[in-house]
T-cell receptor, first 113, second 114 residues
């Protein structure tokens, strides 16, 4: 079945550092890919998405590129802020998965001033 | 506009009791999903409703779990004879017809079974 693997956290960075959170997936066909963010005490928020190979999703300075050849969707940001501290989830919706999302285990990001 | 809302935000119940969790999806969204978020299991899909079609119940962990969606809008997740392993945050999401399948989540209901 479909699966998503994320790098384990926590990831601790200083403010203005470069961020990469790795995400790889296994799925049949061509899934849609998503990054969600969960701030402390809040629900999941959609951060960005990509629906086909080589698409780049972007939002709030975050970017991720759908790489079919490496089955990856790594999240990047050039300069993190303290307010980016949260848990980040990579997810996919497979074309044959009945529309539910399959999530990675989440990666906690801690940004220190 | 209003997002997905869930109630209650917190629920503490004794083992063996039944609980009902409610979800109000975003107006006009045809699809509704329930997920469970727990420390040991991460985010797990439970059940999916799409319009008037029969729900996809493939993620329900046992027959103690059931859900219904009335009038194509509000949904209730019921857990009968709760067990301690049911303790988790229960998340509801909705999505519009079409699009990439992105889902919009509510704040969740934190269930604690004592």
């Amino acid at each position: 079945g479909d699966s998503v693997t994320q790098m384990e956290g926590p990831v601790t960075l200083s403010e203005e550092a470069f961020l990469t959170i790795n995400c790889t997936y296994t799925a049949t066909g061509y899934p849609s890919l998503f990054w969600y963010v969960q701030y402390p005490g809040e629900g999941l928020q959609l951060l960005l998405k990509a629906t086909k190979a080589d698409d780049k999703g972007s939002n709030k300075g975050f970017e991720a590129t759908y790489r079919k050849e490496t089955t990856s969707f790594h999240l990047e940001k050039g300069s993190v802020q303290v307010s980016d501290s949260a848990v980040y989830f990579c997810a996919l919706r497979g074309p044959n998965a009945g529309n539910m999302l399959t999530f990675g285990g989440g990666t906690r990001l801690m940004v220190k001033p | 506009g209003a997002g997905v809302s869930q109630s209650p935000s917190n629920k503490v119940t004794e083992k063996g009791k039944d609980v009902e969790l409610r979800c109000d999806p975003i107006s006009g969204h045809t699809a509704l999903y329930w997920y469970r978020q727990s420390l040991g299991q991460g985010l797990e899909f439970l059940i999916y409703f799409q319009g008037n079609s029969a729900p996809d119940k493939s993620g329900l962990p046992s027959d103690r779990f059931s859900a219904e969606r009335t009038g194509g809008s509000v949904s209730t997740l019921t857990i009968q004879r709760t067990q301690q392993e049911d303790s988790a945050v229960y998340l509801c999401a909705s999505s519009p017809l079409g699009g990439a399948g992105e889902q919009y989540f509510g704040p969740g209901t934190r269930l604690t079974v004592t």
